[in-house]
């Protein structure tokens, strides 16, 4: 089950922690990966250490030429069509909505919705001629609960699905599923960044009593990245530990 | 032209699953041939494939027939 041998994958922040456990999951089960992101090394670093089937194609989310001309760059590299889309990355700019700038709203906007979408609408071209595709966008929690001093993250978040179950209607009939996967509290650089008073408050309220891992999020975009997923669209899978059940 | 037509029509036949004898030069693809909207932004791909030609977004939304279709490419392609 869940074999990927003969599938390219784009999966973009696959410098970051969880973007690299998907990377290598997606590998793991045999598909060629193209690993995107703004960090050079650690994706050579990457693509070194997986070894074949594996391609490092930098691309800056913000800049939407860069977007619009990735998913041709990545077909190129790996010399095969685009089967598996995977819109990982995300960055944060939190604050109180109050102070929040208006850069700092739409720095968040542009990489986690707008350069998913516009990844999206290129991926989608090829995987409709070819009558298979996934497109699986890692979304949060909090795009679902909120998340005072997030304004910008959880709406670019709710987009996605938003976004995704939009796609998955226009697209089902030519046997490309468009689905998100919403981490609950992962371990990564991201959270790393919060204080340990609010790790201790957030694993209070993990009826699993523990963090969830890369390799977490991975098992399930390979799940929904399968031929056995075929029949699963335009939904969100959540994987928290039960932080929140939706 | 009757090379651009006949190829064309070739695409359309394939495309949709209809009968030759249906596609006419005055078919409409939606209320003719059976396409939906996926359809028609299939048959301009395949079209741009097929002759080589770029067709922009504005210029799509006005292939409505077969006749169209024929006309755009004859005026656009290469």
Same mark, same amino acid.
């Given at each position: 089950?869940f074999?990927l041998t003969?599938k390219t ?9 969880i973007?690299?456990?998907v ?22 670093a990457?693509?070194?250490d997986?070894?074949?089937?594996a ?6 989310l913000?800049?939407a ?17 685009l089967d ?12 109180l909505?109050?102070r ?8 968040v ?8 979408f ?18 699986i966008?890692i979304?949060s ?6 998340n005072?001093?997030q304004?910008?993250?959880?709406a670019?978040?709710?987009?996605l699905?938003?976004?995704s179950k939009?796609?998955?209607g226009?697209v089902?009939p030519?046997g490309?599923?468009v689905?998100c ?9 991201m959270?790393d960044a919060?204080s340990?008073?609010?790790k ?7 009826p699993?009593?523990?963090m969830?891992t890369g ?32 | 032209?009757s ?15 209809v009968?030759e #004898?249906?596609?006419?030069e ?5 209320? !003719?041939?059976? =396409?939906?909207?996926?359809?028609t $932004?299939?048959?301009v791909? #395949?079209?741009?494939e ?5 067709i922009? !977004?504005?210029? =799509?939304e006005?292939?409505?027939? $077969? ?12």
């Amino acid at each position: 089950m869940f074999d990927l041998t003969g599938k390219t994958a784009l999966v973009t922040g696959a410098s970051g922690g969880i973007g690299g456990a998907v990377a290598r999951a997606l590998h793991a089960r045999g598909a060629a990966v193209v690993l995107s992101g703004t960090r050079r090394d650690a994706l050579d670093a990457l693509a070194a250490d997986l070894g074949s089937r594996a391609w490092a194609v930098p691309c800056n989310l913000s800049d939407a030429d860069a977007v619009n001309a990735l998913v041709g760059e990545a077909e190129s590299a790996a010399g095969t069509g685009l089967d598996i889309l995977v819109n990982n990355a995300g960055l944060t700019r939190d604050g109180l909505a109050m102070r929040m700038k208006d850069e700092e709203w739409s720095a968040v906007l542009d990489v986690n919705l707008t350069a998913a979408f516009r990844l999206s609408r290129a991926a989608m071209k090829g995987m409709m001629k070819r009558r298979w595709g996934r497109i699986i966008s890692i979304t949060s929690i909090v795009g679902v609960t909120g998340n005072p001093g997030q304004a910008n993250y959880a709406a670019s978040k709710a987009g996605l699905i938003g976004m995704s179950k939009s796609l998955a209607g226009e697209v089902a009939p030519r046997g490309i599923t468009v689905n998100c996967v919403a981490p609950g509290f992962i371990t990564s650089a991201m959270t790393d960044a919060l204080s340990d008073d609010q790790k201790s408050r957030l694993l209070g309220a993990i009826p699993a009593g523990a963090m969830g891992t890369g390799d977490d999020i991975a098992a399930a975009v390979v799940y929904l990245a399968s031929m056995e997923a075929g029949y699963v669209t335009g939904q969100t899978l959540h994987v928290n530990g039960g932080m929140a059940m939706i | 032209m009757s090379d651009v037509a006949e190829r064309v029509k070739k695409i359309v036949v394939e495309h949709l699953g209809v009968d030759e #004898a249906k596609v006419t030069e005055n078919a409409s693809f939606i209320d !003719d041939l059976g =396409a939906d909207s996926l359809d028609t $932004v299939e048959l301009v791909m #395949a079209f741009e494939e097929e002759f080589q030609c770029e067709i922009p !977004d504005d210029a =799509a939304e006005k292939i409505l027939t $077969v006749k169209d279709a024929i006309e755009f490419i004859n005026a656009n392609a290469k």
